[in-house]
């Protein structure tokens, strides 16, 4: 659907855009007289109606999905995806980093055990505000 003075997204082609498209329903539908927010143009309530009747359309031609039965369902959770455990290993070396850099542009090291302050930063760092002072590790 496009508006016949829309000024935003052009016109030109559109109509070959949704001919081209591999959707077995397809409609293309120009609104006389309206501009780009068809939905607050005085036609809006045919603009619903179009959408509605394009609904309909979509929906009595849709393929059925099959056969729903309690063998075709897992119960539990889903199972855990390859990209989830690299971000768990990225999220570790982050927080192992920042802890790195704290120890070496904020804390004397000599003061302070590496790599407590490089486990535990964020209750050093949590500490010296409530405190203001670090404590003793």
Do not use: C
Not at 74 to 85: N, Q
């Amino acid at each position: 659907m496009q508006a016949e003075h829309e000024y935003l997204v052009g016109n030109k082609g559109s109509k070959d855009l949704v001919m081209a498209t591999s959707s077995a329903v397809k409609e293309h539908v120009i609104f006389k007289d309206a501009y780009h927010e068809l939905q607050k143009e005085p036609m809006r309530n045919e603009v619903t109606a179009k959408v509605l009747s394009f609904i309909a359309k979509v929906e009595a031609s849709a393929k059925p999905l099959g056969h729903l039965s309690e063998g075709n369902l897992r119960h539990g959770s889903l199972p855990r995806r390859k990209s989830a455990k690299r971000l768990v290993i990225l999220a570790a070396l982050v927080y192992l980093a920042i802890g790195l850099v704290i120890l070496k542009k904020f804390l004397p090291a000599w003061k302070y055990n590496p790599l407590r302050v490089i486990l535990v930063w964020p209750l050093l760092l949590a500490y010296r505000v409530l405190i203001g002072k670090l404590p003793a590790l």
